[in-house]
C-alpha cells in the first residue's frame, strides 16, 4: 500500500491561472480532506470530502473547490490565483465512522504550488 | 475563536535531557487533542492523541482543561526525536478531518 499519494509533487502557476491537484487515499479509506501548510505555519483545513459531497469546509474563499470521485481519489481546484496561494497542499485520508475511537489520518507528501 | 498556540519555534536540548514542548489552545467546548510530528524528508503522521492516554516512543502528553494546554514530554531525548512537532485540535469529537494546527516547534536534539 503506498498510503496516500498526491499528484504533482511540485507546480509553478502564474497569478490569474487555474489550478487542480490530485489525490488517492490510502487504501481502504474513504474520506479525504484537504489541508493548506504556508512557508512557516502549522497546515489548515480547506475541506473534507466523503460519498462525493464536500462535508466540512474552512474559512478559504469560493475560488477553492474540490472533487471526489467514486473510486475515493479526490481533487482540489484553485481558480483565479493569487501570490498568497503559495503554499505546500496537503491531502489527508482516514476511514468515516460514526463513533470513531481509532480513526487515524494519513497524510500524503503534499503539492508544492508556486505562484509567481 | 479556536485557536493553537505553540510558544517556541525552536527547541534544542542535549540528548538525554527532559524535553517538553508547550501547547495550549482556545475552544469553547470539548476538544480531542493530538500531536503529530514531522521527521526529516517523511510525511506528518500522529505520533499521539489525548483520549488513547498512551505513550508513544517515550512521549506523553496530559490534557490540562483548568489551563487548556496539551504540553508533550519526554524525560529522555535522543537524538530520533529530532523533527517538526505540530499540536492539533478538532472540535468534532471523534473525527480528525477538521483540524485545528499550531505553527509548530522544531525539536534539535543534539548529541
Known amino acids: 500500500d503506498a498510503g496516500v499519494t498526491q499528484s504533482p509533487t511540485h507546480l509553478i502557476k502564474t497569478r490569474g491561472q487555474q489550478v487542480t491537484l490530485r489525490c488517492s487515499p490510502k487504501s481502504g479509506h474513504d474520506t479525504v480532506s484537504w489541508y493548506q501548510q504556508a512557508l512557516g505555519q502549522g497546515p489548515q483545513f480547506i475541506f473534507q470530502y466523503y460519498e462525493e459531497e464536500e462535508r466540512q469546509r474552512g474559512n478559504f474563499p469560493d475560488r477553492f473547490s474540490g472533487h471526489q470521485f467514486p473510486n475515493y481519489s479526490s481533487e482540489l481546484n484553485v481558480n483565479a490565483l493569487l501570490l498568497g496561494d503559495s503554499a505546500l497542499y496537503l491531502c489527508a485520508s482516514s476511514r468515516n465512522r460514526d463513533t470513531a475511537t481509532n480513526e487515524k489520518l494519513f497524510f500524503g507528501s503534499g503539492t508544492q504550488l508556486s505562484v509567481l | 475563536a479556536q485557536r493553537v498556540t505553540q510558544p517556541e519555534k525552536l527547541l534544542s536540548v542535549f540528548k538525554g535531557a527532559p524535553v517538553e514542548l508547550k501547547c495550549n489552545y482556545s475552544?469553547?467546548?470539548?476538544?480531542?487533542l493530538f500531536w503529530y510530528v514531522q521527521y526529516s524528508r517523511q510525511r506528518l503522521q500522529l505520533l499521539l492523541r489525548h483520549i488513547s492516554r498512551e505513550s508513544i516512543k517515550g512521549f506523553t502528553a496530559d490534557l490540562n482543561k483548568g489551563e487548556t494546554s496539551f504540553h508533550l514530554k519526554k524525560p529522555f531525548a535522543q537524538e530520533e526525536d529530532s523533527a517538526m512537532y505540530y499540536c492539533a485540535l478538532s472540535g468534532q469529537w471523534g473525527s480528525q478531518g477538521n483540524l485545528i494546527f499550531g505553527k509548530g516547534t522544531k525539536l534539535s536534539v543534539k548529541p
Open positions: 475552544y469553547s467546548g470539548s476538544p480531542e
